[in-house]
DNA sequence: GCAAGGTC
C-alpha cells in the first residue's frame, strides 16, 4: 500500500448499526457525512482516513444480512415441474431478491467510484459468504477493485482501528463451507418437502388444516430435529410405567427447629428389603450424630447474557415465547436501549468500560441505587464478571446501552426485556451471594440419614437479580456424638413419575447442545412447528406433539431412518468445518452429501407405507368408500367410559387389524383390541341392553374359519362392552391385533407399551391367565397372591415360601417369603402388597395356615398411639388389645408402637401413602 | 407452496 494520491474506499458492513458505529470510531466523528443510498436503510457515511499512511476517502455503507438467495432454476421451481429426486441435481442460482436490489444498486454505483474494497461483515462464517456476495456485485461493476477484509471482534474503538490498519483477504473456505451448507439445506428440504406434502396431504383427512391447498408439510434439517426433540419426550412420558419406591423419613422436632433427614440410600424398589430394614430401624430408634460439616458456600451469578440465554431466561421468568422475546429485544435494540441481541458471546471483553454502564443506571428507581452500591468501592460489591467461554468474534453481550425508567411507547414485554438486560448485567458484575450451610449425618441401627440447612449471609448479587434465589432452612445445632430418639421415623411409598413435557427453554437447550439453529434461528424453528401444526405449546409453555408431528417422525422412524434425530444436521455440521478450514473440499462435501441424501430420499419413497401407516393411526383415509359423515356415523360403537368426552369408533388398522378407539386418542388412550382372527367388521343398529354407560352398539363381525375353533361360528353379532363371553374367549384364543413393538427407541410401545396397552383394555375382560376363567382378568384373579404383583418389582432378596396367610382387613392372600438380607438371612416373613402388612413368621405363633386371619389393622391404631411412646424406650406391648399385637410389623416383639407415622401425602396415619386415595399416579 | 441463514 504505497502512498500517494487519496484513494477512495468503498467500505461495506454486515447491517446498517455496524456501519454507523464503524464509520464513528475511525472518523472521531470528526468531518463525517452521511448520505442516502437507494436503500432508505442502508445510508453512506463518508469521511476522510489514513490507512498504513495512504490517505484515503472512505464510503462506509452496509447489506441487511444475506445479499443473495439460492433458488432451483425456473424449470424446476414448480412443485409438479420434476420428480423430486431430481432436486439432488438439479441446478441451482444465486440471485439477489427484490427487496434487495435496492442494496445491489448502491454497491454497484459506488464500487465504479471507488479503487479499493474493504469488508466488514460479522467475522463468522456467513459474514465471509456474504462478505463473497458483496464482492461478487461489485466486482461485476469494478473488475479493478483491491479487495480487502476486515477482521475485528468487538465494535471498540482500538480493536476497530487495529483492524482497518492490519487489512487481510478475504477467507474462501469460509464462504465455500456455507455455499455447501445452503445447497444442502435447499436440496434435502425441497426434495422431502415436496414428497411428504405431496404423498399425505390429499390421502387423509387432515382436519385442523384450515386451507388445505395451503397445507405444506415442511422437512427441514433444523425443524424435524427439534420436532423429534419434543416428540421423543413425549414418548418417553407415554412409555413410563410407575414404580413405587419405598424411603425411610426420619424428622426430629427441637424447639429451635425441625430436622427432616433423608435416608441416604434414597429410594429402594424393594419392598421387603426396605421393610426389614425399616423394621431394624424401629427396633433400635436411638440415632447417632456421626458427622456435622460446616461449610462456606457461594452461589454465582450467571455468565454475561448471549441470545439462548436471554430467550431461556424470558421464558422462564415472564413465559416470553422465544420469537416474541426476539422481536422486543430487536425493538429495544433498534431503539438504542440495548445492545445487539443476536449474540452468541457471553464474556466482556477486557475493554469494555462496565462502569460506565452502570453508572448509566444509577437514577433508575428500582435498581438505581444498587448500581450505586456496585460503584461505592467501600461496599465491596463489584466483581469482574466471569466468562461463559463462548465468543462469536462480532458482538458484545446482550448488555444496555441507554438509560431508561420506561419509555411511553413500551408494552409491557419491552419494560420486561429491558429489566432483565439491566438486572442480568449488574449482576454479572456484583459480587457471588455467600451462604453458610451445614450438613449432618446420623445413623439409626447402621442406616445413615442426612440433611442440610442453609443460611444466607450475604445476598450480593441476589439483592438485584430478582429472578433467581437460594432456598434453604435454619436446622437445629447438632454435635457429633449427640444422641437423641427421632420425633418420626416413617416408611414412605412413592411412585416414579415420567419427565415433564419439554418447555421453551428445555428446547432451546437441546438445540443448541445438538448444535441445530443459530442464536439467531432457533426462535425461527420453534415457531415452525407451530405454524406447521406439527407442535403445540401450552399456557406453561411446555410442548407436545399433534397428531400430524408424531405420525411423520413415527413414520421415518418406522422406516429405520433417524431424519427426526439432530446426527444429520451434526454431520453436516463437521463438513462444513472441514471445508473452512481446508481439510475437505466443498464439492467433495456437496458430492458425498447429497449422494447419501440421495439414497436416503430414494428408499424413504420406497418405504412411503411406512408413512402411510403412521398417518392412518391418527388420520382418516380420504379416499376410502363412502363419505366421511356417513362413515363417522356408522362408526360410532359407544360413548368412552374412560375420558366421557369423546366417543369410542370401530377402526381397521393398515395391518388388518380391528380396533375400538377413542376419538379424543392421544389424550384418551382407551381402546378395546379386537380377536386378530376377524376379516370383517360392521357396527350395527343394535344397542346392548346390559352394558353401560350407553348406547353401545353391537358389532357384526365375521371370523376366519381356520383361525378360531370349530365349535365357534364364524358370524357373530357381538359387543365390546364386557358382557359378550363370546368375543372374550376368541380374544384369549386369537390373540389381538395390538401393535407389534418395535425394536427400539421409547415410543410407548416395545414391552413398555404392551404392558400399558393392557392397563388400557378398560371396556372387556379376556380370560384369566391364571385360572383360565372368565369372570375376572388375570389381574384380579382370586388364585394369586397379590393384585398388584405385576406393578411392583418382586423383590430380589426375597423368594416366594408355599404357604400364605390372609388377613382380617382386605382379604389379600400374603406369601410366606424368606429374607435374605445380612441379618436376617433366612427368616421367613409374611408380606401383603396390598396394605403393607408385614410380618415374622416366627411371630405368627407358629400357626401359619392359609386362611389365619392376620389383623392388618393393628398397626394402625398402634400407630395412633402414645406419639411419646417410642422415646420413653421399649416397654410392655402396647396397642389392640385381644387380637395378637406382636404380630404387627409396628407393634414389635418388644410391644412398642413407632409414632408419627403417616400418609405423606395427605397426612392421616390410618394408612401409608402407597394406598392413600389421593395418591396421583 | 419447499430449507436455513443473514437482517429491517
Known sequence: MAAGRTVRVLNVAEKPSVAKAVAGILSRNQGLRVRNGRSRFNRIFEFDYSIRGQHCHMLFTSVTGHLMELEFEERYRKWHSCDPADLYHAPVRKFVPQDKLDIKRTLEEEARKCQWLVLWLDCDREGENIAFEVVEICSAANNHLNIWRARFSALIDREIHESVQNLVRPNQLFADAVDARQEIDLRIGASFTRFQTMLLKDAFVIDFATDDRNLVLSYGPCQFPTLGFVVERYWEIQAHEPEEFWTINCSHTLDEGIATFNWMRGHIFDYTYAVIIYEMCTLEPTATVTKVKNQEKLKYPPHPLNTIELEKRASRYFRMSSEHTMKVAEELYQSGFISYPRTETDCFSARTDLHA?????????????????????????????????????????????????????????????????????????????????????????????????????????????????????????????????????????????????????????????????????????????????????????????????????????????????????????????????????????????????????????????????????????????????????????????????????????????????????????????????????????????????????????????LEIPSDYDVDHLGCIGGCDETLKQLTEICGTGSRNPPSTSARGRGTTASSTNAQRVSTMQGVCEHCRQTGHSSNDCPTQVSRRQSVRPRGRNSQRGGSSVSCNSCGTLCALRTANTANNRGRKFYSCQECNFFVWEDSVNGNNTQGQSVPHASYRRAANSGSNSSRRGRRGRGGRSGASTTNTRFVSATGEPVSGMSCYICGDPSHFANVCPDRDI
Open 357 to 705: 454502564m452502570v453508572q448509566e443506571q444509577q437514577g433508575h428507581p428500582l435498581w438505581g441505587s444498587y448500581a450505586q452500591r456496585l460503584l461505592d468501592p467501600e461496599a465491596r460489591l463489584w466483581r469482574s464478571p466471569s466468562n461463559g467461554g463462548h465468543d462469536d468474534k462480532a458482538h458484545p453481550p446482550i448488555h444496555p446501552t441507554k438509560y431508561s425508567a420506561g419509555e411511553s411507547g413500551w408494552s409491557q414485554d419491552h419494560h420486561r426485556l429491558y429489566e432483565l438486560v439491566v438486572r442480568h448485567f449488574l449482576a454479572c458484575v456484583s459480587q457471588p451471594a455467600i451462604g453458610a450451610e451445614t450438613i449432618v449425618e446420623i445413623d439409626i441401627a447402621g442406616e445413615q440419614f442426612s440433611v442440610s440447612g442453609r443460611v444466607i449471609l450475604q445476598k450480593n448479587y441476589l439483592d438485584v437479580y430478582r429472578f433467581e434465589s437460594w432456598g434453604g432452612s435454619m436446622i437445629p445445632t447438632y454435635s457429633v456424638g449427640q444422641q437423641f430418639i427421632p420425633t418420626a421415623l416413617t416408611l414412605d411409598s412413592g411412585v416414579t413419575r415420567p419427565p415433564p413435557l419439554l418447555s421453551e427453554a428445555d428446547l432451546l437447550n437441546c438445540m443448541d447442545k445438538a448444535g441445530i439453529g443459530t442464536d439467531a434461528t432457533m426462535h425461527d424453528h420453534i415457531k415452525k412447528l407451530l405454524d406447521r401444526c406439527y407442535a403445540t405449546k401450552d399456557s406453561n409453555t411446555r410442548f407436545s406433539p399433534t397428531n400430524l408431528g408424531e405420525a411423520l417422525v413415527m413414520g421415518y422412524d418406522d422406516m429405520g431412518y433417524e431424519l427426526w434425530k439432530p446426527y444429520l444436521r451434526s454431520m453436516m455440521e463437521c463438513d462444513m468445518k472441514a471445508v473452512s478450514i481446508g481439510t475437505k473440499r466443498k464439492a467433495e462435501v456437496l458430492e458425498t452429501c447429497l449422494q447419501q441424501m440421495k439414497a436416503c430420499f430414494l428408499d424413504a419413497r420406497l418405504n412411503k407405507v411406512k408413512l402411510l401407516e403412521a398417518m392412518a393411526i391418527f388420520f382418516e383415509r380420504c379416499n376410502r368408500p363412502g363419505t366421511n359423515e356417513q362413515q363417522g356415523a356408522v362408526d360410532i360403537v359407544r360413548p368412552c367410559s374412560a375420558c366421557q368426552e369423546s366417543n369410542m369408533v370401530l377402526k381397521r388398522k393398515p395391518d388388518g387389524n380391528f380396533m375400538v378407539g377413542c376419538l379424543g386418542f392421544p389424550q384418551c388412550r382407551n381402546v378395546v383390541w379386537l380377536p386378530g382372527s376377524i376379516s370383517t367388521a360392521t357396527v350395527t343398529n343394535h344397542i346392548c341392553d346390559s352394558c353401560s354407560p350407553g348406547p353401545v352398539f353391537k358389532i357384526q363381525f365375521k371370523f376366519r374359519r
